[in-house]
């Protein structure tokens, strides 16, 4: 397998890219937005546990890749529920590297997969917890959530219909980006969000 390169562009981005497209010349995401997205937390409702899943630090430590002609992934263990009664796991999931599309939108999906001591286990995932973004507008985008930067440099979409956008007042806004799952025996729920440099692109048709 081609050699794969950690950078910046939600901490990563392929190595997978040809000569001719050098990856110092990739557009990246803002540091602050690499953070907010590698910094998600879940609650679990009985116990009424929360903990963080992953930090930007702890990322890249012990990378799964696989690799294929339409998409590269990179996933990693997260930080299990402090009783161990939900284990979870990261996942990144881009498009290749082209020149036409040098810094696809990348895909951050958190999974969580119960013990089963519970006959279900209801999550609250957290995808961004009361993050302190530079300045950004709340929008729809296809029925999901959406966070816009007001330079039109970034953008951030809810992976379901179903999660909410909480800012929180004060010096900086900071906003938290929420989705609830309940899971039945062992049985794994997941919750993703996209996050891609430069313009929202356009909606999807309505089906």
């Given at each position: 397998?081609?050699?794969?390169?950690?950078?910046?562009?939600?901490?990563?981005?392929?190595?997978?890219?040809?000569?001719?497209?050098?990856?110092?010349?990739?557009?990246?995401?803002?540091?602050?937005?690499?953070?907010?997205?590698?910094?998600?937390?879940?609650?679990?409702?009985?116990?009424?546990?929360?903990?963080?899943?992953?930090?930007?630090?702890?990322?890249?430590?012990?990378?799964?890749?696989?690799?294929?002609?339409?998409?590269?992934?990179?996933?990693?263990?997260?930080?299990?529920?402090?009783?161990?009664?939900?284990?979870?796991?990261?996942?990144?999931?881009?498009?290749?590297?082209?020149?036409?599309?040098?810094?696809?939108?990348?895909?951050?999906?958190?999974?969580?997969?119960?013990?089963?001591?519970?006959?279900?286990?209801?999550?609250?995932?957290?995808?961004?917890?009361?993050?302190?973004?530079?300045?950004?507008?709340?929008?729809?985008?296809?029925?999901?959530?959406?966070?816009?930067?007001?330079?039109?440099?970034?953008?951030?979409?809810?992976?379901?219909?179903?999660?909410?956008?909480?800012?929180?007042?004060?010096?900086?806004?900071?906003?938290?980006?929420?989705?609830?799952?309940?899971a039945k025996g062992t049985a794994p729920v997941s919750a993703s969000l996209r996050v891609g440099?430069?313009?929202?692109?356009?909606?999807?048709?309505?089906?």
């Amino acid at each position: 397998m081609r050699t794969l390169t950690l950078t910046l562009c939600l901490a990563l981005a392929g190595g997978a890219a040809a000569a001719d497209l050098p990856l110092a010349d990739a557009p990246i995401l803002p540091g602050d937005v690499v953070s907010a997205c590698l910094s998600p937390s879940l609650t679990e409702r009985v116990s009424g546990l929360s903990w963080r899943v992953l930090s930007p630090e702890a990322w890249g430590r012990s990378i799964d890749v696989g690799e294929s002609p339409d998409t590269l992934t990179l996933a990693q263990d997260g930080a299990a529920h402090p009783n161990g009664w939900v284990r979870t796991r990261v996942t990144v999931t881009q498009a290749p590297r082209t020149a036409a599309n040098p810094a696809p939108v990348q895909t951050l999906t958190v999974t969580a997969t119960p013990s089963g001591i519970l006959p279900e286990t209801t999550v609250v995932f957290d995808l961004l917890k009361e993050a302190a973004l530079p300045p950004c507008t709340a929008k729809a985008w296809g029925g999901r959530p959406a966070l816009v930067a007001d330079a039109g440099d970034w953008f951030i979409i809810a992976g379901s219909p179903k999660a909410k956008l909480v800012r929180l007042e004060g010096e900086q806004p900071r906003w938290t980006l929420t989705e609830t799952a309940t899971a039945k025996g062992t049985a794994p729920v997941s919750a993703s969000l996209r996050v891609g440099v430069g313009a929202l692109p356009a909606e999807p048709a309505a089906e």
